[in-house]
């Protein structure tokens, strides 16, 4: 079987697993329960849904402060593309790096020079990482403190050693110069004088890099942006909770936030995280006293939320890349004229 096939079957493969669970979770907490909370909601879900657009500023707000101010493309322009590169990776679901992809592709239509572009997402990304780890803990030292349950502190405390171990290791790689090192090999592998060139863009890239981790101040910023928007986000949290009649406070909504982040980002393979977060919730929320039916209706919630937020970002994506098509289709159109026209007058 190829690379390919192999990676599709393993996706279907966990897609099916997650569907699995999610079903398995809903049955047991009780399908018309959980129906009942979600309608308990009601316009609740729009009040989410809108809220979700302030994380999302002060994602764009973070990303923004990483670009020199000679190639910094603005505020606005920056927040479209966060929002679909968000709406990318939380609906397609082979695409859970994709968003940041088409992100950084999309900074190169304002202008932005490529490897400005691309390193201002990887550091963007690796930084974000790094306070997603002190997210959780700080969401461990709440529950713990609020619970007094211990038994958590262990597995949590080696993920996030594993988390920090991995970023410290994408960290050193970067700074090695791990872009330039895979155009080398690409090159050897592909024994062709065309991709030559991929050897001295992967040296561009790499030293745009250094030159964004070497700028503390930006990436002092970033990590402050980011921790504020992933504390924000727990207001999502605390809307539902309050909607479905739980009278919780904001650090129940944040605790429950920080603990379900984490457990979907460690089952980022998962298409969608379908059944991982449902668990997440679950379990965290049972610690919190939050009834199962509420924990399963705020997953159900979240990704109501995902399709509000998601589908218009994916139009807008489709909207962008098809006026960009048709830009260039009249710039070749008008060429072809111009040739056309000089060629009949030299005739």
């Given at each position: 079987m190829k690379p390919g096939g192999k990676l599709k079957l393993t996706i279907y493969i966990l897609g099916f697993a997650g569907a699995a669970l999610f079903t398995v979770l809903l049955v047991k907490q009780g399908i018309m329960s959980v129906g009942g909370a979600v309608a308990t909601a009601g316009w609740a879900i729009a009040g989410i849904?809108?809220?979700?657009?302030?994380?999302?500023?002060?994602d764009t707000m973070a990303w923004h402060v990483l670009f020199p101010k000679a190639v910094r493309p603005r505020p606005q322009s920056l927040f479209w593309m966060r929002w679909i590169g968000e709406s990318i990776s939380n609906l397609i679901p082979s695409a859970a790096v994709g968003g940041d992809i088409v992100r950084a592709r999309l900074a190169t239509v304002t202008g932005t020079?490529?490897?400005?572009?691309?390193?201002s997402v990887i550091v963007d990304v690796t930084l974000g990482v790094v306070t997603q780890v002190v997210f959780t803990l700080l969401g461990l030292w709440l529950l713990v403190s609020a619970t007094g349950r211990t038994n958590l502190i262990g597995p949590t405390l080696v993920g996030a050693v594993l988390g920090i171990l991995a970023v410290a290791g994408f960290y050193v790689a970067q700074r090695l110069g791990m872009f330039r090192f895979v155009g080398v090999i690409v090159t050897r592998l592909v024994?062709?004088?065309e991709w030559s060139s991929l050897v001295q863009s992967g040296e561009t890239l790499d030293q745009t890099v250094r030159?964004?981790?070497?700028?503390?101040r930006s990436v002092l910023a970033c990590c402050a942006w980011t921790i504020v928007s992933l504390i924000a986000s727990s207001g999502e949290i605390f809307i539902a909770l309050n909607a479905l009649g739980i009278q919780a406070t904001f650090l129940k909504a944040l605790i429950l936030q920080s603990m379900a982040m984490t457990v979907r980002s460690a089952a980022f393979a998962v298409p969608g995280q379908l059944g991982v977060q449902e668990s997440g919730y679950l379990v965290i929320g049972n610690l919190l006293g939050i009834p199962g039916e509420t924990s399963f209706a705020i997953s159900l919630l979240a990704r109501f939320r995902d399709l509000i937020v998601g589908v218009p970002g994916l139009v807008l994506w489709q909207v962008v890349e098809?006026?960009?098509?048709?830009?260039?289709?009249i710039v070749a159109r008008e060429g072809l004229s111009s040739n056309v026209c000089r060629a009949r007058r030299n005739e």
């Open positions: 849904a809108a809220f979700h657009f302030v994380p999302i500023l002060l020079p490529m490897a400005a572009a691309a390193a024994k062709s004088p030159e964004f981790y070497s700028r503390r098809g006026r960009r098509l048709l830009r260039r289709e």
